[in-house]
């Protein structure tokens, strides 16, 4: 009698056994529109092992157990380690090896950075710190081939599929990692104020820096890409951890930041004083050789906001299939099955926007593409990240006390989740970017319209959506203070043009008249207010299935 008193009761099980890739219907689409069904075979078994139990395990413990930095051994040496558990080295090495980092910069597949978005956004789910690292080695490429010289050095190691974190000359590893340091203490954003010095040092391109980096992630890393103030302006520099010696540059590392989330990666100060660095383009020319790579992580930050939404709603859907309160599983109740039709569009909105930049990215030739990443990438990054925080909130309390416990999951992925919206650019300077790509590069806005109007007349709520959007283009296009607004409206008015052309009846129409008819800003604070629709559809579609 004991026994029976004592096991639990009316308990959802673990989500553990599904295939992150394949299970999810929005994302697997979005992979045969773009691309072809191999892409989906080959992540086959990265969508399974994020799904597993051993995923699983590993993602909370790299987060209860953080990085801890060490700046001197036993002897008073400095060495600046940081360590990590080994829980975080595991997803590591699967991330390295899965091509997440920088393969596709390699690879003559046209579908190569596609392929890895969407292993970006599965392995995400797993756990999101260390992602940074990922994502920075992957942005790092595109700024390296500015100079063919610095290229040939980093790219090779930089793409290979080998996790290696020893501390040796980079020359010696199998596989190396990248991290940046733009922001300082005085500036944040507004990198133009750095002070921190590049002084020539007599050899062409070789440098000594003096100063300080208020935020670099990964210092671990193998090699990173900075901004400094030289004789001719603002520039971007190539940074060793290790000198092609073996010996260690001279810079250290003050302390790591004790962050709200993202508690697995590293995140550190950095003090110069000697710091030997090459020139990466020519001086003065920073922010316009750096312009790729935060291109590049700003796509991630789109990516890993979606894996968020999710892998959240994931647990929510879960959880009421399978949790009954009052007289029925909670999935059965209208209320809270229309709480996760909602946060299912969401997830479907930022899933399709997402994997539709990333294809910009593997046809980045395409005059169109190009322009449409350019203005797209900023919109999505500004929106998508901005619902995150929301969404994620939301989905942890479909499960009640259960998901406010840390070891649901769901606790890590809230503190996470406002942190896409203020790295690599908050919402502000992503919504002034967007004004600044409409009124230098008008090609930016012919994109964007190209690409609504391909749904054109497919949904009223949308066209007229669109309608509105051109008109407060003409009255606002250079109003800093509506460029929230619309920013808010071109990317709702891109998300609805996609689902429209793309996703079933029941996800498009729910969506448009939702996000983008009369009266839809009354619901945009809170999820749950659907009206109408087949939102049992919507709850289905997004329900993981377990083997």
């Known amino acids: 009698m004991r ?12 989500l553990v056994g599904h295939d992150v890739v394949g299970g999810d219907a929005a994302l697997a689409e979005a992979v045969r529109r773009h691309g072809d069904e191999s892409v989906l075979a080959e992540l086959t078994g990265l969508g399974r092992e994020a799904g597993s139990e051993e995923a699983r ?12 930095l060490h700046p001197h051994d036993r002897h008073g040496h400095r060495v600046d380690e940081v360590r990590f558990h080994p829980s975080w080295h595991w997803l590591m090495e699967r991330a390295v090896g899965h091509g997440l980092q920088a393969a596709p910069w390699e690879s003559d597949d046209p579908h190569s950075h596609l392929r890895r978005a969407v292993g970006f956004f599965a392995w995400s ?8 690292p990922i994502s920075m080695t992957y942005a790092a490429v595109p700024a390296l081939r500015v100079d063919p010289e610095a290229a040939a050095t980093w790219v090779p190691g930089l793409t290979a599929r080998a996790y290696d974190p020893s501390t040796r000359a980079p020359a010696a590893k199998t596989g190396l990692l990248a991290g940046m ?9 507004d990198v133009r104020t750095n002070v921190t010095r590049a002084v020539p040092t007599g050899e062409d391109g070789l440098y000594t820096l003096h100063g300080h980096k208020w935020f670099t992630s990964a210092p671990q890393n193998d090699v990173f890409l900075v901004l400094a103030q030289a004789p001719g302006g603002l520039t971007c520099f190539v940074m060793p951890r290790m000198l092609p010696d073996g010996t260690r540059n001279v810079f250290d590392v003050v302390r790591l930041k004790d962050k709200l989330g993202n508690r697995s990666n590293a995140s550190s100060e950095l003090e110069f004083d000697g710091t030997l660095v090459r020139r990466l383009g020519d001086e003065g020319r920073g922010v316009r050789t750096i312009i790729e790579m935060v291109a590049a992580t700003r796509l991630d930050c789109v990516l890993g906001s979606a894996a968020l939404i999710r892998h959240s709603l994931a647990e929510a859907s879960w959880h009421a299939a399978h949790r009954s309160a009052f007289g029925g599983l909670l999935a059965d109740k209208s209320l809270m099955r229309n709480v996760l039709a909602d946060l299912a569009l969401e997830s479907e909105a930022a899933t399709a926007l997402a994997m539709r930049l990333a294809t910009a990215v593997d046809r980045r030739d395409d005059p169109h593409e190009a322009a449409l990443r350019r203005i797209g990438l900023p919109l999505a990054k500004f929106w998508v990240c901005k619902r995150t925080p929301a969404a994620v909130a939301e989905a942890l309390e479909c499960l009640g006390g259960n998901g406010y416990v840390e070891e649901s999951g769901l606790p890590l992925m809230y503190r996470e989740a406002p942190l896409n919206s203020v790295w690599e ?3 502000n300077v992503n919504a002034l970017d967007v004004l600044r790509a409409l009124s230098r590069e ?8 190209t690409e609504v109007g391909a749904a054109r007349g497919a949904n009223a709520h949308l066209d007229r959506a669109v309608d509105e959007t051109l008109a407060l283009l003409g009255e606002s296009a250079t109003d800093e203070g509506a460029a929230r607004l619309l920013a808010t409206r071109m990317a709702t008015c891109l998300q609805g043009s996609l689902l429209v052309r793309h996703s079933p009846a029941e996800v498009s129409d729910l969506f448009c008249a939702s996000r983008l008819g009369p009266g839809s800003g009354i619901s945009a604070g809170a999820f749950g207010m659907l009206v109408g629709g087949d939102q049992e559809f919507l709850v289905e579609r997004a329900t993981p299935v377990v083997d």
């Open 3 to 14: 026994t029976e008193l004592r096991a639990p009761l009316n308990q959802a099980p673990a």
């Open 181 to 189: 340091g733009m922001t300082e203490k005085q500036g944040g954003s």
């Open 425 to 427: 650019g908050s919402g």
């Open 442 to 449: 008008p090609e930016t806005l012919a994109a964007w319209v």
């Open 57 to 68: 395990h590993h993602g909370l413990a790299a987060n209860e157990n953080p990085p801890t």
């Open 125 to 132: 789910q797993t756990e999101p710190g260390h992602g940074c």
